[in-house]
T-cell receptor, first 114, second 114 residues
Framework: QQQVKQSPQSLIVQKGGIPIINCAYE??????FPWYQQFPGKGPALLIAIRPDVSEKKEGRFTISFNKSAKQFSLHIMDSQPGDSATYFC?????????????FGTGTRLQVFP | KAGVTQTPRYLIKTRGQQVTLSCSPISGHRSVSWYQQTPGQGLQFLFE???????NKGNFPGRFSGRQFSNSRSEMNVSTLELGDSALYLC?????????????FGEGSWLTVV
């Protein structure tokens, strides 16, 4: 119940394409869903995050879509660029005011070709 | 302002030895958490500290321990190292350690056990 399932494992798109990464969870106590971007040799960096009371959030070229009833959320990258090539992780917090423990998905390696 | 700083960045240890990794959170941040990242298991939560108290612990053996000092700096220790402990160890910090707070990661300490 603590898992976050992420797919696909890898994704290859052409520049300008719209890669979509999907995540699903079981624990209804999760109340915060961040996405992290990680480049080789670097730590994960927060990209965008959403709470379950919102169905969509956009920040620049990145959009999260959230379906609370299906317990699913996804990341869309508009007009993808070669510089977006990285590994993307969805995550969820286990909830509450006394923790920011993150449960991570397994990651998606995105490659954007020119 | 400076990000999360981890030292050392790279280290090689022998099976049976112990290792101590250090983390300096972003100035003002009181919550520090640690994660282990491996190709096989992904990003897994180790433990979380707030105001020098361990608030959460992941599913790792007792060989993994940590502490937080009064200045919020944290250390983690792994005793009796095993080959499977080879991983990237990531430290993260947040302002108050509540669900929904932005969590910032350091670049990690790469541990190789031979």
């Amino acid at each position: 119940q603590q898992q976050v399932k992420q797919s696909p494992q890898s994704l290859i798109v052409q520049k300008g394409g719209i890669p979509i990464i999907n995540c699903a969870y079981e624990n209804t106590a999760f109340d915060y869903f961040p996405w992290y971007q990680q480049f080789p040799g670097k730590g994960p960096a927060l990209l965008i995050a959403i709470r379950p009371d919102v169905s969509e959030k956009k920040e620049g070229r990145f959009t999260i879509s959230f379906n609370k009833s299906a317990k699913q959320f996804s990341l869309h990258i508009m007009d993808s660029q070669p510089g977006d090539s990285a590994t993307y992780f969805c995550a969820a917090t286990s909830g509450g005011y006394n923790t920011d423990k993150l449960i991570f998905g397994t990651g998606t390696r995105l490659q954007v070709f020119p | 302002k400076a990000g999360v700083t981890q030292t050392p960045r790279y280290l090689i240890k022998t099976r049976g030895q112990q290792v101590t990794l250090s983390c300096s959170p972003i100035s003002g941040h009181r919550s520090v958490s640690w994660y282990q990242q491996t190709p096989g298991q992904g990003l897994q939560f180790l433990f979380e500290y707030f105001s020098e108290t361990q608030r959460n612990k992941g599913n790792f053996p007792g060989r993994f321990s940590g502490r937080q000092f009064s200045n919020s700096r944290s250390e983690m220790n792994v005793s009796t190292l095993e080959l499977g402990d080879s991983a990237l160890y990531l430290c993260a910090s947040s302002l108050v350690g509540d669900s929904g707070n932005t969590i910032y990661f350091g670049e990690g300490s790469w541990l190789t056990v031979v």
